[in-house]
Nanobody
């Protein structure tokens, strides 16, 4: 049974920083991609950043230069370092992993709240 467990959310003032972590556990062969999404009430879930097993990354324009996604393949963990946070970054952040076990499937974490407010 594959599980994704997130941590690191919280409340911060504008301009502050947070670091999210997501640990993947369970039986699997590989994790081709890992990503962070975010969602606010009434809006669709938005892809924030994605990273491949080889380290290739991509970001939504609104976070470029402020957020950094990274992964530790030995620990099956993905991180999202968020700097210069803005109120519009407030959302529930979800970890996603495309995992190859018996077949390639997409898994989600439970979500962690990030609130940016003065």
């Amino acid at each position: 049974q594959v599980q994704l467990v997130e941590s690191g959310g919280g409340s911060v003032q504008p301009g502050g920083s947070l670091r999210l972590s997501c640990v993947v556990s369970g039986s699997m062969f590989s994790i081709p991609t890992m990503a962070w999404y975010r969602q606010v009430p009434g809006r669709q879930r938005e892809l924030v950043a994605v990273i491949t097993s080889g380290g290739g990354t991509n970001y939504v324009d609104s976070v470029k230069g402020r957020f950094t996604i990274s992964r530790d393949n030995a620990k099956n963990t993905v991180y999202l370092q968020m700097n210069s946070l803005k109120p519009e970054d407030t959302a529930v952040y979800y970890c996603n992993a495309r995992i190859l076990a018996t077949r390639l499937e997409s898994y989600w974490g439970q979500g962690t709240q990030v609130t940016v407010s003065s």
